[in-house]
């Protein structure tokens, strides 16, 4: 069964860099793009972006431009997604999930990120 | 790209049909038949109930269905139940490998 399987929670300062990972089992990692989603405590869905592992091409929201990085390693089928500049805003749960037909079919657990000095 | 326009609210009784809808563009909702909608309970990952406007993914009650005119997409959700409380957020393509969300609408059933 298709499966994503998020990093642990993070605690980091402002400034700083976070790397959230991605592994992705069940399916064949390049068929689907991997997309990327936040929210912030009480508030909504937001789309940071996309990476294709079978092209490599990656797409950012235009709120992300410029500090957020997208990559992928197909050989432990694992996505990774990079904000730099961090701050408390910046705190939400980031997602994962898998695209397929233009919607994200299977969702990874979450990642808490807590951005505080 | 600017967020898709959702009621923040819903509600019905047990039973009843409630209609959310999901106003955007012609760059997004009107311009592709890629709407898809998400049911999200409390501290719980989005999961996906209707994809490509109206198709429910297998598993998804057929309670619920979706549609879309123009540039406004609407969730339906047909005899309601307790479990279908949560907030639901409506997404669409909008092109050039961009998606787009609603900001949300949390349905309480009465």
């Not at chain 1, 069940?26 to 294709?52: H, K």
């Not at chain 1, 961090?86 to 695209?99: G, I, M, Q």
């Not at chain 2, 409630?18 to 709407?35: A, E, K, L, P």
Request: proline share 4%; glycine share 12%.
């Amino acid at each position: 069964q298709v499966q994503l399987v998020q990093s642990g929670a993070e605690v980091k300062t402002p400034g700083a860099s976070v790397i959230i990972s991605c592994k992705a089992s069940g399916y064949t990692f390049t068929g689907s793009s991997m997309q990327w989603v936040r929210q912030a405590p009480g508030q909504g869905l937001e789309w940071m972006g996309r990476i294709d592992p079978n092209s490599g091409g990656a797409n950012y929201a235009q709120n992300f431009q410029g500090r957020v990085t997208m990559t992928w390693d197909t050989s432990i089928t694992t996505a990774y997604m990079e904000l730099s500049r961090l701050t408390s805003d910046d705190s939400a749960v980031y997602y994962c999930a898998r695209n397929l037909r233009y919607a994200f079919d299977y969702w990874g657990q979450g990642t808490l990120v807590t951005v505080s000095s | 790209q600017s967020a898709l326009t959702q009621p923040p609210s819903a509600s019905g009784s047990p039973g009843q049909s409630v209609t959310i809808s999901c106003t955007g563009s012609s760059s997004d909702v009107g311009g592709y038949n890629y709407v898809s909608w998400y049911q999200q309970h409390p501290g719980k990952a989005p999961k996906v109930m209707i994809y490509e406007v109206s198709k429910r993914p297998s598993g998804v009650p057929d309670r619920f269905s979706g549609s879309k005119s123009a540039n406004t997409a609407s969730l339906t959700v047909s005899g309601l139940q307790a479990e279908d409380e949560a907030d639901y957020y409506c997404s669409s393509y909008a092109g050039s490998n961009k998606w787009v969300f609603g900001g949300g609408t949390k349905l309480t059933v009465l």
